[in-house]
């Protein structure tokens, strides 16, 4: 269970109504040099109506307990320190660029806009640069056989490099970051052609992913430079955006990358998730939400249980940490979740027992259930409103990466009533793969 952060009844009045036996812990409420804590949201007026609600919810979400408190200090809300202004693109490093764009336009609804490779006199590589609305993906290949390309395809097949930040000065954010402890890739450099110039700087996050800072402020071409113009529309689906990207890292690694994102690229902690609030009689896991204005990244790390657990086979078939799933937000999900399956698109199964529940767990709502249920879409609530979700089965060969398609109406978080529901059909899924 998590509780926003909000503005009516202080935390010190819920720690002592609840007593010293409720164990509702202090993580980070606010800022440093703030004079008091942060208030929580509640729809109630007094102490004694804001705990029986409290109690009441602990006991019907899935096991969870009332020590999940969300935290989102100011600075979330009113600092952006690096000047981080939006996702520019999310590059995959695949052995095919050609199939893997084709299936991206065909299957959730993106069209090319631009490419390079040979015909542009690029002897080295190929990438196909595809988007939706403001979700730009680049799918690159090497044509070299020793290439770090094609050497990291072979070791972790088809997946997420580079998670790329347009900002508007990269030498500054480059050396802010660097300051604060990243690891260099590449120093800031100057990319040219006839439309101009593009300034670009890299650093390592988790596993061998990185982040790229950009400017393209003095660039007029179709993407990049060295990419010429190459247009394949495709009928849209309704992707909008990037919602967020969930990492997934190793045992007790989770924390360190989320200090990581928070000491380095500034983000908040959002949301925290232990082991008892998303597991199965067989396997668990545990995950905290970091928080930066432009972007949310869930980091995943694997607990400890009686069989191999999903975030343990990613790890084990990615060869370590790994973009596990990137979250595209649309604003009709039933609309795109139908368009997808006509395209062929895969999803995981929901069981109709899961669709008995949706009136009592989350109230009125806009769709009509027998829509969600037919089309396998999830639901849940939180106190700022409801989201809708569905995730598909892994998009490459091996269950790594995989596509959530989420609809926000209000909820800021990220479905954690429906996280049993999710964790217990991935693993039937893992089961049929023999790796449970």
């Known amino acids: 269970m998590y509780l926003p952060i909000g503005?009516?009844?202080?935390?010190?009045?819920?720690?002592?109504?609840?007593?010293?036996?409720?164990?509702?812990?202090?993580?980070?409420?606010?800022?440093?040099?703030d004079q008091s804590p942060k208030q929580l949201?509640?729809?109630?007026?007094?102490?004694?109506?804001?705990?029986?609600?409290?109690?009441?919810?602990?006991?019907?979400?899935?096991?969870?307990?009332?020590?999940r408190i969300a935290y989102v200090r100011k600075s979330e809300m009113s600092d952006n320190p690096l000047r981080l202004r939006k996702i520019h693109h999310v590059e995959l490093w695949v052995g095919n660029a050609k199939q893997s764009s084709y299936y991206f336009r065909e299957a959730f609804g993106f069209s090319q806009i631009a490419y390079r490779g040979l015909e542009t006199l690029d002897r080295q590589e190929t990438s196909f640069v595809l988007r939706q609305n403001k979700a730009?993906?680049?799918?690159?290949?090497?044509?070299?056989?020793?290439?770090?390309?094609?050497?990291?395809?072979?070791?972790?097949?088809?997946?997420?490099?580079?998670i790329c930040f347009a900002v508007d000065d990269v030498d500054t954010t480059f050396a802010e970051v660097v300051r604060r402890g990243a690891e260099p890739i590449a120093?800031?450099?100057?990319?040219?052609?006839?439309?101009?110039?593009?300034?670009?700087?890299?650093i390592a996050t988790y596993g061998d992913v990185v982040h790229s800072f950009i400017d393209t402020s003095q660039y007029d071409g179709p993407f990049l430079p060295g990419y010429e113009q190459a247009i394949v529309e495709t009928e849209d689906t309704?992707?909008?955006?990037?919602?967020?990207?969930?990492?997934?890292?190793g045992f007790g690694d989770m924390e360190k990358w989320a200090n990581?994102?928070?000491?380095?690229?500034?983000?908040?902690?959002?949301?925290?998730?232990?082991?008892d609030?998303?597991?199965?009689?067989?396997?668990?896991?545990?995950?905290?939400?970091?928080?930066?204005?432009?972007?949310?990244?869930?980091?995943?790390?694997?607990?400890?249980g009686l069989n191999k657990s999903q975030i343990e086979e990613y790890l084990d078939y990615h060869q370590g940490p790994g973009v596990q799933h990137i979250a595209m937000l649309t604003s009709d999900i039933l609309r795109t979740v139908a368009r997808l399956r006509e395209n062929g698109v895969q999803f995981i199964d929901v069981p109709g027992t899961y669709y008995e529940e949706v009136p009592n767990r989350v109230?009125?709502?806009?769709?009509?259930?027998?829509?969600?249920?037919?089309?396998?879409?999830?639901?849940?609530?939180?106190?700022?409103?409801?989201?809708?979700?569905?995730?598909?089965?892994?998009?490459?060969?091996?269950?790594t990466l995989f596509i959530e398609i989420i609809q926000r109406k209000g909820s800021r978080g990220f479905g954690q009533g429906n996280f049993q529901a999710l964790f217990e059909s991935i693993e039937r899924e893992q089961a049929r793969r023999g790796n449970l």
């Not at 002592?16 to 993580?27: P, Q, S, T």
């Not at 949201?41 to 979400?61: E, K, Y």
């Not at 044509?143 to 770090?148: L, M, N, Q, R």
């Not at 120093?187 to 890299?202: I, S, W």
């Open 7 to 33: 503005s009516t009844t202080p935390r010190s009045l819920l720690i002592d109504c609840l007593g010293a036996g409720r164990n509702v812990k202090e993580r980070r409420g606010h800022a440093p040099g």
């Open 41 to 67: 949201v509640a729809p109630f007026q007094t102490v004694r109506s804001l705990c029986f609600a409290l109690l009441w919810r602990s006991f019907i979400t899935c096991g969870s307990r009332v020590d």
């Open 136 to 162: 730009t993906l680049v799918c690159t290949a090497s044509y070299e056989p020793e290439s770090e390309i094609q050497k990291r395809v072979a070791l972790r097949g088809d997946s997420v490099k580079d």
């Open 187 to 202: 120093e800031p450099h100057d990319l040219e052609d006839e439309n101009g110039k593009v300034r670009r700087a890299t």
């Open 238 to 249: 309704g992707i909008l955006t990037f919602d967020h990207m969930v990492g997934n890292v």
């Open 260 to 275: 990581w994102y928070s000491d380095v690229l500034g983000f908040e902690r959002f949301l925290e998730f232990r082991d």
């Open 277 to 304: 609030d998303i597991s199965t009689k067989y396997s668990a896991l545990m995950s905290i939400v970091m928080s930066g204005q432009v972007i949310k990244f869930p980091i995943n790390e694997p607990a400890e």
């Open 363 to 399: 109230g009125t709502i806009d769709e009509q259930i027998r829509d969600l249920a037919n089309l396998g879409v999830l639901v849940d609530r939180d106190e700022d409103g409801y989201l809708l979700q569905l995730f598909t089965q892994p998009v490459m060969d091996r269950p």
